[in-house]
């Protein structure tokens, strides 16, 4: 089965400082791994996917993110956090022989001015 | 921006009537999705389809049933709803193709059942 863990319900950052939302993974196989946000009465949003190659991927809104295979996570990661980076972040992980992608309960993210 | 579309916004109802969640997407993709999803909590798949006339039901077992007529049409029906259906519901779409799951979300219908 699969799983995906965010270990933080809350993150808070001041403005300028850089931030990182942590997401660990249990999946059979190589992994498809994704972060999605969700800002209020907003639908989610697509940030950025890992599907093979550089462990650093590169997403919109100037994230990032860092597929370690050994420590089965996926940490979303801004060098420099806006007040408009506020919202909820979700990560998300299938298997590739699986259909779906699992979620993980989601990280309030709160970048204070 | 996305082009998938979420009727009512909002719904408080009472208990034992039949509701639809209406979920349409102009963007053509062949798979869409129903989520569950509670506050502080992660998504919950209840229904999906990967085309017309095919529905296939999620990981969370769910009393609601859904039905794919027409590419851009996926609703979600509850023929009686409880005030355990309390919660919000998110539909999505997605192109076809493994490689490729990226979701577009519409913003969701918040239920509540009294």
């Known amino acids: 089965a699969q799983s995906v863990a965010q270990p933080e319900d809350q993150v808070n950052v001041a403005e300028g400082n850089p931030l990182t939302v942590k997401c660990t993974y249990s999946?059979?196989?190589?992994?498809?791994l994704f972060w999605y946000v969700q800002y209020p009465n907003r639908g989610l949003q697509f940030l950025l996917k890992?599907?093979?190659?550089?462990?650093l991927v590169k997403g919109s809104y100037g994230f990032e993110a860092e597929f370690n295979k050994s420590q089965t996570s996926f940490h979303l990661k801004k060098p420099s956090a806006l007040v408009s980076d506020s919202a909820l972040y979700f990560c998300?992980?299938?298997?590739?022989?699986?259909?779906?992608?699992?979620f993980g309960s989601g990280t309030q993210l709160t970048v204070l001015p | 921006e996305a082009d998938i579309y979420q009727t009512p916004r909002y719904l408080v109802i009472g208990t034992g009537k039949k509701i639809t969640l209406e979920c349409s997407q102009t963007?053509?993709?062949?798979?869409m999705y129903w989520y569950q999803q509670d506050p502080g909590m992660e998504l919950h798949l209840i229904h999906y389809?990967?085309?017309?006339?095919?529905?296939e039901k999620g990981d969370l077992s769910s009393e609601s049933t859904v039905s794919r007529i027409r590419t851009e049409h996926f609703p979600l029906t509850l023929e009686s709803a409880r005030p355990s259906h309390t919660s919000q519901y998110l539909c999505?779409?997605?192109?076809?193709?493994?490689?490729?799951?990226?979701?577009?979300f519409g913003s969701g219908t918040q239920l509540s059942v009294l």
């Open positions: 999946v059979s196989g190589n992994p498809y």
């Open positions: 998300a992980a299938m298997a590739g022989s699986a259909r779906q992608l699992t």
């Open positions: 963007m053509g993709h062949d798979k």
């Open positions: 890992y599907i093979t190659g550089d462990n």
């Open positions: 389809s990967y085309g017309v006339n095919s529905t």
């Open positions: 999505a779409s997605s192109e076809y193709g493994r490689t490729n799951e990226k979701l577009f």
